[in-house]
């Protein structure tokens, strides 16, 4: 039989084969079977205790999470979306203003843009050990910076008025480095004639960046929009490490985490809530990037 690489021919049509079941057996393990399972604990009162019985209820679970309006699921839901909607706004303001201010060659620029990308390499894990010294009520240096100048005190994470909104302000920092590499990858890919004709038309800066820069940075827009707000709908390890989900920071992501894995495990009930957010991203997702494509048509 004649040789050939990577064995015989008889032996050949079995490699691609062999070559994709590790893969296929790590996605049939640690994705497929997950999933399944969660679809089936979602129909179940099971506590997730090791030996306990697991007690169909069909949609018991699902019942009790839309049949009170005001419970904490519903309020999870509220600050998943405000949360979302805020951090959403705030980076793509924010990543589109450096992008625009940065967006030059040279050595120290590309120093600038190095330092403002820095905190998305860090772990979530430093981060929120970084911001607990910072914001620390008592010892923290923001404490001390606020007393100096105005004389006045703050809980900080610890006061529910302020405390969802210091975590979105944190996460902004966090990744507007991404978002802001992304709008200049846009920004590159405009061409110069249009802002010398504009020039020439006599055009102002807002009128450029109203009539130039801001339609032709659709599909960057799309992609920072998109990927800010799936990461956002499904946030909890940053408000595990600063509030524990207190104060009025409870996210779904978070709300799930600890019904499935808290000292009173209901798997069962935390399960649901994973459908549910599911159901959500897949919806919110659906609804965000069908509306942004249709937007760089239009433009």
């Not at 970084?130 to 006061?159: C, M, Q, V, W, Y």
């Not at 802001?180 to 102002?204: N, Q, S, T, V």
């Not at 399960?271 to 919110?284: D, E, G, Y």
Request: hydrophobic share 50%; net charge positive; proline share 4%.
């Amino acid at each position: 039989m004649t040789a050939c690489p990577f064995g015989t021919r008889r032996t050949r049509r079995w490699i691609p084969w062999l070559s994709i079941s590790v893969p296929a057996l790590g996605w049939l393990v640690f994705v497929l079977y997950p999933s399944a399972a969660t679809v089936y604990y979602s129909l179940t009162q099971y506590s997730g205790v090791p030996g306990a019985p697991v007690d169909y209820c069909g949609l018991c679970n699902y019942r009790m999470a839309f049949t009170s309006v005001s419970g904490p699921t519903w309020e999870a839901l509220k600050v998943t979306l405000v949360y979302a909607a805020g951090v959403t706004v705030l980076q793509i303001v924010f990543g589109l203003g450096l992008a625009m201010l940065l967006n030059r060659r040279g050595r120290m620029f590309s120093l600038y843009r190095a330092l403002v990308f820095m905190p998305q390499i860090f772990s979530v894990t430093i981060v929120g050990a970084l911001f607990s010294l910072i914001l620390d009520p008592i010892t923290g240096p923001a404490e001390k910076i606020l007393h100096g100048l105005f004389g006045a005190s703050s809980a900080f994470l610890g006061d529910s008025n302020i405390s969802l909104l210091l975590i979105i302000l944190i996460n902004v920092w966090m990744f507007t480095g991404y978002t802001m590499l992304i709008y200049i990858a846009g920004l590159r890919r405009i061409p110069r004639e249009l802002y010398e004709a504009a020039a020439l038309d006599g055009c102002g800066w807002w009128s450029r960046f109203r009539r130039i820069t801001w339609p032709m940075l659709a599909a960057s827009t799309t992609v920072n929009v998109f990927l800010t707000a799936m990461g956002c709908l499904g946030e909890y390890a940053l408000i595990i490490l600063l509030t524990d989900g207190q104060f009025g920071t409870q996210t779904i992501g978070m709300y799930m985490f600890q019904q499935a894995f808290g000292q009173q495990s209901q798997l069962g009930y935390g399960s649901m809530l994973a459908m549910l957010q599911f159901a959500m991203t897949l919806v919110i997702g659906g609804v965000v990037l069908w509306a942004l494509r249709r937007r760089e048509v239009q433009l």
